[in-house]
């Protein structure tokens, strides 16, 4: 990561040791929830009632307006750009966790909350796995150069693929049945500045937060961290519509 960094990261890094401590305590509360199946919590959620309170609110809500970038036509996010709850992943192509939620997770996700308005999903590059991760990540913010971000995205996810299998010619057929048009300049953005410069940034947001895994999650400002179960995400994803429906906070 730069050794120096600009204001907004300057902004996550001071408060990047809190986050790391949130992480560590809602992944805890997980792993002790997983000896009930959670279903009464998960029904009052889902019925209305108020937000519980949780002292860590505040650290949420500078992470939800540090992070949430929210602009219009962005290629690596869906949703509405004023949705009340952004969900921002941190992902690596050669991670097959990051697979799964995409595989098994995400669609739900979409089709309940996105497709709602309720909900929007902005996509942070963070390869953690080498060379062949950073390729990747460069070819994926290329195809949404050409409006097939996601297309690509789901296609290279579709299976765990790791080394070779995300060299260069690999990535341009992945692109083709992606839907990716100009193949050429697909490979000419993917091998430009702007690519790394962009991947670059999503980086070093999730360094300076404390990331050290993927995938890793912000639903709301709040951390989830690995492949967790859709509950996880329904739930927190109520829970962070629910505070900004009792603040009378719409999505900004």
């Given at each position: ?34 000896s009930g199946d ?21 650290t949420y809500d ?191």
């Open positions: 990561m730069s050794a120096r960094l600009s204001t907004p990261s300057r902004r996550l890094a001071a408060i990047g040791a809190v986050v790391a401590l949130v992480v560590a305590i809602v992944a805890a509360s997980l792993a002790i929830g997983k959670g279903s009464a919590e998960h029904e009052s959620s889902a019925a209305g009632t108020q937000p519980s309170f949780d002292p860590r609110q505040s500078q992470l939800e307006q540090a992070t949430s970038r929210r602009k219009d036509g962005d290629p690596l996010a869906v949703g509405k750009a004023d949705a009340p709850v952004v969900l921002v992943e941190y992902a690596d192509y050669q991670c097959s966790f990051c697979g799964r939620f995409t595989r098994e997770t995400q669609p739900e996700l979409v089709r309940k909350y996105v497709d709602a308005g309720v909900l929007r999903i902005e996509f942070r590059n963070f390869p953690i796995f080498g060379k062949d991760s950073e390729r990747a990540a460069r070819a994926s913010w290329a195809a949404g150069r050409q409006g097939r971000f996601w297309q690509f995205h789901d296609e290279a996810f579709a299976k765990l693929r790791k080394g070779d299998a995300l060299a260069e010619d690999k990535l341009a057929d992945m692109a083709r049945t992606a839907g990716v048009e100009d193949v050429e300049k697909f490979r000419a953005d993917m091998n430009g500045d702007e690519a790394a410069a962009a991947v670059k940034k999503d980086q070093e947001e999730g360094y300076s937060l404390g990331v050290q895994s993927t995938p890793s999650f912000l639903v709301g400002g709040r951390p989830l961290a690995g492949a967790q179960p859709l509950k996880e995400f329904e739930a927190a994803i109520t829970q962070a519509k629910a505070v900004k429906d009792a603040a009378g906070k719409p999505g900004k």
